[in-house]
């Protein structure tokens, strides 16, 4: 990255030229030992197509771009476009796209990118969960994720049964990919920096579920209605849900070895699968196994 960049981009900071915006949360890095570490931490090498969402002033993307084969950054806000393109002006590999990620054709470009390709993205806190939805189960040739998050959505994303942060988002993510926290990074490398700390996770994406699902929109029903009224029973939540009635749960739980008073929290991804087929069964459900 040049030095000469780095040195204005503060200098710019610093006499007020570079305007924060908070309806954005845009919260900026310009460490470049830590970007450059993250970028190793994440696997880039020569052979990816990386798709970078909210490069902001354009400092990671800058290592994307030393160690990407291309990089397509998607940038909404049109007045940092110009610090984005000084900061990669020496790069043949880059495309800068100026829009919302979220009203954009992404097959389309995903099929610039082409199979296997790699989201990378330092994601504003308020728009995290809309971010994943745009490629958790849409199909899209997403290889990984490594994405920048807040401490506590990190903490989401990979915990167990048993943890206090596990719930409807940690299934989601297991579902859809591999998890794991590369880093934890302070408030205070950010520029402002946040209220909370964050932390940078790859999210590995799964070719299939980790086990056949018979019914996937059967699944998906039971897991909010669980977690949707935590501390009652898996039986008294799944009422609404199952056309079958809670003796179907109750046998199921049974044959699973799980107690009649179980809630959602206690259920392991592969447990909710079983759960959701050995009803899917007994009501008939056809087999919908769901292919990423």
Request: proline content about 5%.
């Amino acid at each position: 990255m040049k030095k000469s960049y780095m040195q204005g981009m503060r200098r710019r900071d610093r006499e007020g030229e570079v305007r924060y915006k908070h309806d954005l949360g845009q919260h900026f890095l310009y460490d470049t030992a830590l970007l450059r570490h993250l970028v190793e931490q994440a696997g880039v090498t020569k052979a990816d197509r990386v798709l970078e969402i909210g490069p902001g002033a354009g400092t990671l993307t800058v290592c994307l771009c030393e160690a990407a084969e291309r990089v397509v950054a998607v940038e909404v806000d049109e007045a940092v476009i110009p610090f984005l393109r000084v900061a990669t002006e020496g790069f043949g590999n880059i495309e800068i796209i100026q829009g919302d990620i979220r009203q954009m054709n992404l097959p389309a470009l995903a099929g610039v990118l082409g199979e296997g390709f790699m989201v990378v993205a330092n994601i504003p806190y308020n728009i995290t969960t809309p971010i994943f939805d745009l490629f958790w189960g849409t199909g899209l040739p997403v290889k990984q994720m490594s994405v920048m998050v807040q401490k506590e959505v990190a903490e989401k994303l990979v915990a167990m049964p048993g943890d206090a942060a596990y719930g409807l988002t940690s299934l989601r993510c297991r579902y859809y990919c591999e998890p794991e926290i590369v880093s934890y990074v302070p408030a205070s490398a950010f520029t402002p920096p946040p209220k909370v700390d964050s932390a940078f996770v790859n999210l590995r994406f799964r070719t299939q579920p980790p086990a056949p699902v018979l019914d996937e929109a059967l699944l998906w029903r039971m897991v909010r209605a669980g977690f949707g009224q935590r501390r009652k029973t898996l039986l008294n939540t799944l009422k609404g849900v199952l056309v079958q009635g809670s003796d179907a749960a109750r046998d199921a739980l049974a044959g699973m070895g799980r107690s009649q008073t179980a809630r959602a929290e206690e259920l392991s991804l592969q447990e909710w699968i079983a759960l959701c087929n050995a009803l899917a069964q007994r009501n008939g459900s056809p087999e919908n196994r769901h292919t990423l």
